[in-house]
């Protein structure tokens, strides 16, 4: 006798209830790109939170930042959103590239979310860090970033359009983000420190999704005595603030209090 061919002594067919599952609260799609070592990481702390869950999808992209090799990433934004949980229905779409997000504009990017997702909410690490800082009443911006200065430049125009003063910029000079995302964080807080110092600084917003910012933030708040916005807490906390969700997190920042 074949074992594998013999049906079960007994099969019953049990009956069952569903819940929310793991998104009762909030529902979160994240894309991520291919080359990006920190994001998903810093986004599971901050998302630790009962009923609210993020999902993701990966997009190819060029380890070398460049405007040509961000913008070249435009083409397959609506791919990657269509991966994610594609029955289930999410409040929010998050694109994960700050610098991205400002070669191709953020409008293009919310255009190519919503044919994957028509209707839904849209942010990105640039959205987020400007809603942030205007909710902070922030105007004198100090920019640390790890981009070479074409990229920067970009920055400076963005944040110059949306209202801001520039006062200060300063950079790690650096287009690999395989290595980016290994700057550390007594580095980083030392050009947070050094540059939001100045007078002319209300605000420093550290920019890029590689750099890791969510376990240093209230520290480097507190030493410096002014708020600091970054890109992947800026944009987690949008998603959550778009999804309906407001909870208090302050070991993130000052941000995560409003």
């Known amino acids: 006798m074949n074992d594998l061919a013999s049906p079960p002594s007994?099969?019953?067919?049990?009956?069952?209830t569903m819940d929310a599952?793991?998104?009762?609260?909030?529902?979160?799609?994240?894309?991520?790109?291919?080359?990006?070592?920190?994001?998903e990481h810093e986004w599971r702390q901050i998302m630790d939170l009962p009923g609210v869950a993020f999902f993701e999808a990966r997009l190819h992209n060029s380890p070398d930042i460049t405007p040509a090799n961000l913008a070249a990433m435009e083409k397959d934004i609506t791919a990657a959103v269509q991966l994610?949980?594609?029955?289930?229905?999410?409040?929010?779409?998050?694109?994960?590239?700050?610098?991205?997000?400002?070669?191709i504009g953020e409008e293009q990017v919310a255009q190519r979310i919503r044919q994957a997702r028509p209707g839904v909410a849209c942010t990105t690490p640039i959205t987020g860090a400007v809603a942030g800082l205007r909710q902070l009443?922030?105007?004198?911006?100090?920019?640390?970033?790890?981009?070479?200065q074409s990229v920067n430049a970009l920055f400076e125009q963005h944040l110059v359009a949306k209202g801001f003063d520039v006062t200060r910029i300063s950079s790690f000079n650096h287009s690999n983000d395989n290595e980016v995302?290994?700057?550390d964080a007594a580095s980083l807080r030392a050009a947070i420190l050094a540059t939001g110092a100045h007078d002319d600084v209300d605000s420093v917003f550290v920019s890029c999704t590689s750099l890791r910012?969510?376990?240093l933030t209230r520290d480097v708040e507190q030493a410096l005595g002014k708020p600091v916005v970054a890109s992947n807490t800026a944009m987690a906390w949008h998603a959550l603030r778009l999804a309906g969700v407001r909870d208090a997190l302050p070991q993130f920042g000052r941000l995560f209090e409003v």
């Open 10 to 16: 007994t099969f019953t067919v049990l009956p069952f």
């Open 213 to 215: 910012m969510a376990e």
């Open 181 to 183: 995302a290994r700057i």
């Open 21 to 39: 599952g793991v998104m009762a609260r909030a529902a979160i799609g994240l894309v991520v790109l291919a080359t990006d070592q920190t994001l």
């Open 84 to 103: 994610i949980v594609p029955d289930v229905p999410l409040q929010v779409v998050a694109f994960g590239c700050t610098s991205g997000s400002i070669v």
């Open 137 to 148: 009443g922030a105007q004198r911006i100090a920019l640390i970033t790890p981009y070479v």
